[in-house]
């Protein structure tokens, strides 16, 4: 695949579906990093933010997150330990940092690990922001987190989408029973990304990519076959976050899959709200429709990650 053409100040490191990719803006007056990755793995982010594609010796002048998701800053503390930098994050999500909410974060609730760290600026959505040389527009895109925002840059119509846009879909939604605003907000999202005419779309997850139309006629088409269906976006949710641990534990016995979402409250809240299925069923339901997904695989009595998307 011939990779999208970007601005020369904006530098892209795609990671993977544990990490969210990164995406550097590269200023004489400063470098400002969008999205930081899994905790796990931050010394590979420290390892490609410092390197030759990277910073290369020079400072970090500050860290932006699209989101509160452990995928998106988990590498907030260690980076700004190393750079001595701050950290801005969206108004709307400020309050969930400062309390460390770890249920709406969706940290030890659902079974993800995040370094803590301090909030130091928070970006109001409708404003603008010049980093990499280039003005941003920093845009509400509530909906698979209700404090999100994406980056509109209008002069090359790029998009930093956070978990908005996927080149196929986007990031998993509560169900109604647990939040009643978040599909609603999903396609008014959608519909603030198609009103953008983006050119590029640069997602969280990823390669960048430019035949947007493509993309957002999928989203509308998985949002329509789950948005009248809280069945199916919770089995969705389950799924997405069962695959996520998968993906940082690598492994785990088939018969320990039980216990383990009887443990994660996520797991025993969408239950009660929506599923009402026993936990041994849940499990089993978890397990077959990432099998069939391809998400995992069976190995003698473990299930293990597959590459690509958990979800
Ligand atoms: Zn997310």
Redesign the pocket.
Known sequence: MTPVPLPSSVHVFVRDWLSANHVLLKSRDGHVLVDTGYGAHAALTLALVAGPRGLAGEPLEKIVNT?G?S??VGGNAALAARYGCPIAVPAAEAPNFDAWDQKTLLYDYADQHVDRFGVDERIDAGTTHRWGDLEWQALAAPG??MGALVFFNPDHRVLISG?ALWRRGF?FVMPRAMDERAMPATRATLDLIASLDARVVIPGHGEPFDDVGDALAFAYGRLASLETDDVRIARYAVKAIFGFSLLHRRRMREKDVADFVARVPFFGDVNDAVLRMGVDALAAMIVDELLRAQAVRREGDWIVTAAGEAG
């Open positions: 989101h998701h995928d998106h698979h987190d978990d990031g």
